[in-house]
Nanobody, 115 residues
Framework: QVQLVESGGGLVQPGGSLRLSCAAS????????MGWYRQAPGKQRELVAT???????NYANSVKDRFTISRDNAKKMVYLQMISLKPEDTAVYYC?????????WGQGTQVTVSS
């Protein structure tokens, strides 16, 4: 069973930036799709960005042009660079590894955007 560990969350002022990281254990990292999702209080978990094994990237409309997902297959890492953060970006951010009949989630990291 793969383990996913997120880091990099915290408190940031509106307009600020954060970079989230997700470290994956296990083998064959490159064959899986990776994604970032978030869940705000009282809301359903939603997709933020995904990065397929073939390099296809998708973003939620709400984060396009502000967030960038990337992955380093050699290091088994996936990142989410977030700029121009807004209060509505406040949520717990989760890393997901999926595909090939597998689906794993990290424990999440809190991102709070507030002045």
């Amino acid at each position: 069973q793969v383990q996913l560990v997120e880091s990099g969350g915290g408190l940031v002022q509106p307009g600020g930036s954060l970079r989230l990281s997700c470290a994956a254990s296990g083998s064959m990292f490159s064959v899986y799709a990776m994604g970032w999702y978030r869940q705000a209080p009282g809301k359903q978990r939603e997709l933020v960005a995904t990065f397929s094994r073939s390099g296809i990237i998708n973003y939620a409309n709400s984060v396009k042009d502000r967030f960038t997902i990337s992955r380093d297959n050699a290091k088994k890492m996936v990142y989410l660079q977030m700029i121009s953060l807004k209060p509505e970006d406040t949520a717990v951010y989760y890393c997901r590894q999926f595909g090939m009949g597998s689906d794993s989630w990290g424990q999440g990291t809190q991102v709070t955007v507030s002045s």
